[in-house]
């Protein structure tokens, strides 16, 4: 069993306000939620959750994320559960509600949970050392958040003909293209639609239309460099995310972020 708890100020834009691994998992409830983002993942055995008068069962590699002070209780079902957790803070935490979509709850499958299983290991692995690379830390925390975003879509969103037919294909082909000049009407056109009708299918399912998205997906790429390879240029990373001018990628970066990447940067 290894178990972190956090107590130093907090100073990064994301940290681990709690962290541990092989938790013989008790009886848990919360009438008032938690204060922060909850993940509890089964490494062992299984568990019930309920949360808001729903109920989930997480067998092992499987998990849960729950917001901010939403009611939630969980029990073993098996002889025994054993557990991992992740709770999580820092002076970005505000854009958490953002990158999972506003939702209460996020369940995350064992495909998913196998890679967090990992990542949650190799970081408590770091506070075993005699001085912790809190930077470091907080490039896994932001990771491991990452993995959240990837799971935040609606199951009836997936589960929707039109987006499996049309927008799922043009996300595929936005994370493999990103970094070069790719347009709207080349998207549109590799699934044989209308610039406007796959635009107007990108805002009913995603909220935001095909330009907006490729330039979201960009930014997030670039605070992964930003954070990964601290020593790497502005201007090089602008276009190892897909802008070909750096003072454009400025200005997008500051409107979807908040600051700038160098400000971004100076945070750690």
Not at 29 to 48: A, F, S
Not at 175 to 193: G, N, P
Not at 200 to 217: A, D, H, K, N
């Given at each position: 069993?290894?178990?972190?708890?956090?107590?130093?100020?907090?100073?990064?834009?994301?940290?681990?306000?709690?962290?541990?691994?092989?938790?013989?998992?008790?009886?848990?409830?919360?009438?008032?939620?938690?204060?922060?983002?909850?993940?509890?993942?089964?490494?062992?055995?299984?568990?019930?959750?309920?949360?808001?008068?729903?109920?989930?069962?997480?067998?092992?590699?499987?998990?849960?994320?729950?917001?901010?002070?939403?009611?939630?209780?969980?029990?073993?079902?098996?002889?025994?559960?054993?557990?991992?957790?992740?709770?999580?803070?820092?002076?970005?935490?505000?854009?958490?509600?953002?990158?999972?979509?506003n939702q209460d709850v996020i369940l995350i499958p064992k495909e998913q949970g196998l890679n967090i299983r990992k990542l949650i290991s190799?970081?408590?692995?770091?506070?075993?050392?005699?001085?912790?690379?809190?930077?470091?830390l907080s490039s896994d925390c932001y990771n491991l958040l990452m993995n959240f975003m990837d799971c935040a879509a609606s199951p009836k969103?997936?589960?929707?003909?039109?987006?499996?037919?049309?927008?799922?294909?043009?996300?595929?082909?936005?994370?493999?293209?990103?970094?070069?000049?790719?347009?709207?009407?080349?998207?549109?056109?590799?699934?044989?639609?209308?610039?406007?009708?796959?635009?107007?299918?990108?805002?009913?399912?995603?909220?935001?239309?095909?330009?907006?998205?490729?330039?979201m997906y960009r930014i997030s790429r670039a605070r992964e460099l930003l954070l990964s390879k601290p020593d790497m240029k502005i201007q090089?990373?602008?276009?190892?995310?897909?802008?070909?001018?750096?003072?454009?990628?400025?200005?997008?970066?500051?409107?979807?972020?908040?600051?700038?990447?160098?400000?971004?940067?100076?945070?750690?």
């Amino acid at each position: 069993m290894s178990i972190y708890f956090r107590n130093t100020p907090v100073s990064a834009p994301f940290m681990f306000e709690s962290l541990g691994n092989h938790w013989n998992q008790d009886t848990i409830n919360r009438p008032d939620g938690y204060p922060y983002y909850h993940y509890l993942q089964t490494e062992k055995g299984t568990g019930r959750i309920e949360v808001n008068g729903k109920h989930y069962t997480l067998g092992a590699n499987e998990g849960i994320l729950i917001a901010p002070s939403v009611p939630h209780s969980y029990h073993r079902e098996s002889t025994s559960w054993i557990t991992m957790f992740a709770t999580f803070t820092g002076t970005l935490a505000g854009s958490i509600p953002s990158m999972t979509d506003n939702q209460d709850v996020i369940l995350i499958p064992k495909e998913q949970g196998l890679n967090i299983r990992k990542l949650i290991s190799y970081s408590l692995r770091k506070y075993h050392e005699p001085t912790p690379n809190m930077k470091s830390l907080s490039s896994d925390c932001y990771n491991l958040l990452m993995n959240f975003m990837d799971c935040a879509a609606s199951p009836k969103i997936q589960d929707n003909p039109l987006y499996q037919r049309y927008v799922v294909p043009v996300i595929k082909e936005i994370e493999t293209r990103y970094q070069q000049d790719i347009t709207a009407a080349e998207l549109s056109q590799s699934v044989f639609v209308s610039t406007q009708y796959l635009s107007r299918l990108f805002q009913r399912f995603l909220g935001c239309s095909v330009y907006e998205y490729v330039t979201m997906y960009r930014i997030s790429r670039a605070r992964e460099l930003l954070l990964s390879k601290p020593d790497m240029k502005i201007q090089d990373v602008a276009c190892a995310s897909g802008f070909s001018d750096s003072s454009h990628f400025i200005a997008m970066f500051r409107k979807i972020t908040g600051t700038t990447p160098l400000d971004f940067r100076k945070m750690y």
